[in-house]
């Protein structure tokens, strides 16, 4: 959940993204978000810390910038799913999730 939904704050679209931008990281990395915290620790995290999720080395830098903006804290800094969706039709022209597919 987005970090002001964790907060208990008003939730729309952006926080939609957030979630999105999770989902992506899980995509792009093959690991559980916030693997090791119980969900107590999460919503702290989160919610009131601003930790984020590391994107490692290996993930194709256009997709690290789309999951980085979409896992802003901040609501009205996060991109509108029209405008993921135009990054994600220019991702689709030959870019990988990974640079080095481990499998």
Same mark, same amino acid.
């Given at each position: 959940? &987005?970090?002001? $939904?964790?907060?208990?704050?008003? &939730?729309?679209?952006?926080?939609?993204?957030?979630?999105?931008?999770? $989902?992506?990281?899980?995509?792009?990395?093959?690991?559980?978000?916030?693997?090791?915290?119980?969900? *107590?620790?999460? *919503?702290? &995290?989160?919610?009131?810390?601003?930790?984020?999720?590391? *994107?490692?080395?290996?993930?194709? /830098?256009?997709? &690290?910038?789309?999951?980085?903006?979409?896992?802003?804290?901040? /609501?009205?800094?996060? /991109?509108?799913?029209?405008? *993921?969706?135009?990054?994600?039709?220019?991702?689709?022209?030959?870019?990988?999730?990974?640079?080095?597919?481990?499998?």
């Amino acid at each position: 959940m &987005a970090p002001e $939904v964790l907060r208990n704050e008003e &939730a729309d679209g952006k926080s939609d993204v957030y979630s999105y931008g999770v $989902v992506l990281w899980e995509m792009t990395t093959e690991k559980i978000p916030w693997d090791g915290l119980t969900s *107590i620790q999460v *919503i702290e &995290a989160v919610g009131f810390m601003n930790q984020g999720l590391h *994107i490692p080395n290996d993930v194709y /830098p256009q997709w &690290a910038s789309l999951i980085q903006r979409c896992l802003c804290s901040e /609501p009205d800094s996060r /991109p509108t799913f029209q405008e *993921i969706l135009d990054d994600l039709k220019e991702l689709q022209k030959n870019i990988p999730l990974q640079l080095h597919n481990n499998h």
